[in-house]
């Protein structure tokens, strides 16, 4: 600030009445109340949850690529065998698990979907059933389906998707194979070495 700066200040510091400065230890003391102050620490404290939560779920994509309501979607990743994926498309296996976005916003059918990903690992759920929707009958039609398709395959624990057979929703619903966890992998090690020993 230059001194014609200062001079405005003061002057319409005293247009006000009987302002003074804060001394320099009233001003730290004004500092440390501000941040100890419960709606700012809350809210300083949500700000960060929700900005970890959003690195945490990297399904993302603002460009979604639309997929029509009558189209089947399908993904295999590399090294899955093609009768397990076969098995898959066909319904053969149990579903373990569902999850339904009907009336899901796309934020709140993405937050879902990660979170059912991620509990069906923890509970070694190896296939389960995303129901979508065609969007049939509305302005944008399929927008979750396209969404559902964008979004799996970025998500390393999702071995394969493919719509589902008519018994279990159709072209409205998704079979996704899901990678073993961990702990399923260490069980099935020692079953084979069991069997192996004489």
Not at 71 to 76: N, T, V
Not at 84 to 112: I, P
Request: overall charge positive; some cysteine; glycine content about 8%.
């Amino acid at each position: 600030m230059d001194k014609s700066d200062q001079d405005n200040f003061r002057g319409a510091m005293g247009a006000l009445g009987d302002v003074k400065p804060l001394s320099p230890k009233q001003r730290q003391s004004a500092l440390k109340k501000d941040t100890k102050d419960p709606l700012n620490l809350r809210a300083r404290r949500e700000a960060a949850t929700a900005q970890t939560y959003q690195e945490l779920n990297p399904l993302g994509g603002e460009f979604v690529e639309p997929v029509e309501p009558f189209d089947p979607i399908e993904f295999k990743r590399d090294g899955v065998q093609n009768g397990v994926y076969r098995n898959l498309r066909l319904g053969k296996y149990t579903v373990d698990a569902r999850l339904d976005l009907h009336n899901h916003s796309v934020e709140m059918a993405r937050s879902a979907l990660y979170q059912f990903v991620k509990d069906c690992l923890e509970a070694d759920v190896r296939c389960a059933l995303v129901t979508h929707g065609k969007g049939e009958g509305r302005k944008t039609q399929a927008v979750l389906k396209s969404c559902v398709n964008a979004w799996l395959p970025q998500l390393p624990e999702v071995l394969a998707f493919h719509s589902a057979q008519k018994q279990h929703g159709g072209l409205g619903a998704t079979y996704i194979l899901l990678r073993k966890s961990e702990r399923k992998r260490q069980q099935n090690l020692e079953q084979h070495q069991r069997r192996s020993k004489p």
